[in-house]
Structures are given as structure tokens and as C-alpha cells.
């Protein structure tokens, strides 16, 4: 059973679109989230996530998510997530661990993207 996820925008042939700023849903397959679970496992992240975890927008499952994946790039680095209390606070989290995941491993991710899961249904 497919899954919804919040983000903004429509969906198109050419990918998402954001035109009117009105929420969607994208669907995720119960194939892509039990991968995703799996992966996590299978690298070694500490937490075992569920596809329960998915079914609501959940910013601190992917604040935690985004600071082991960075910790593991460079443990020097000092990022917290525990500190994303406000929406300040998340938007300087998300423009630091998208930073420092480009600057340490070449990895793009699109911070806007990561910023809408915490976006209600």
C-alpha cells in the first residue's frame, strides 16, 4: 500500500514543480520505505526505523538522520540536532549538514526538499 509523503508543489513529467505553493502528497511505495529501512540498517545507523516513522512528517527522525550521516563524513564536525527547537533553528541545521555533506563528500541534497518533511499534513 502506497504511502503519502508531504511536499509542496504538483507533480509533473519532468519531476516536481512548484508552482502555487499548495501542498501534495508523493507517494512512496511500501517497496522504497522497507529499503530504506534496510539501508539504514545495513550502514550501521544505531536507531532501527520503522514505516510507521514515515507515515507523518517527521523533522527530527531526518535532523537525526542528516547528523550521523554527517558525523560519519567528518566526526569533527559539531552539528546537533537535538538544538532544532523553532523554525530558525531548523532552517540553520538543514543549510549546515547540506554544507558540510557538500564540502566533505560531494554529495548535493536539496535543502528546501529536506526542510518540507516537517510540514503538515
Not at 514543480?17 to 499548495?22: L, Y
Not at 520505505?33 to 539504514?40: A, G, P, Q, S
Request: aromatic fraction near 8%.
Amino acid at each position: 500500500m502506497p504511502v503519502r509523503v508531504c511536499c509542496h508543489g504538483d507533480i509533473s513529467p519532468q519531476g516536481i514543480v512548484n508552482k502555487q505553493n499548495t501542498p501534495y502528497f508523493a507517494i512512496m511505495s511500501y517497496r522504497e520505505l522497507r529499503n530504506l529501512c534496510e539501508m539504514t540498517r545495513a550502514i550501521g545507523y544505531p536507531r532501527i526505523l520503522s514505516l510507521e516513522n514515515f507515515r507523518t512528517p517527521n523533522f527530527k527522525l531526518v535532523a537525526e538522520l542528516l547528523e550521523w550521516i554527517v558525523k560519519r563524513f567528518d566526526p569533527s564536525a559539531t552539528i546537533s540536532a537535538e538544538q532544532t527547537t523553532n523554525e530558525q533553528d531548523r532552517v540553520l541545521f538543514i543549510k549546515q549538514a547540506v554544507l558540510l555533506l557538500l564540502q566533505n563528500s560531494r554529495l548535493k541534497l536539496n535543502p528546501r526538499k529536506l526542510y518540507q518533511v516537517s510540514l503538515p499534513e
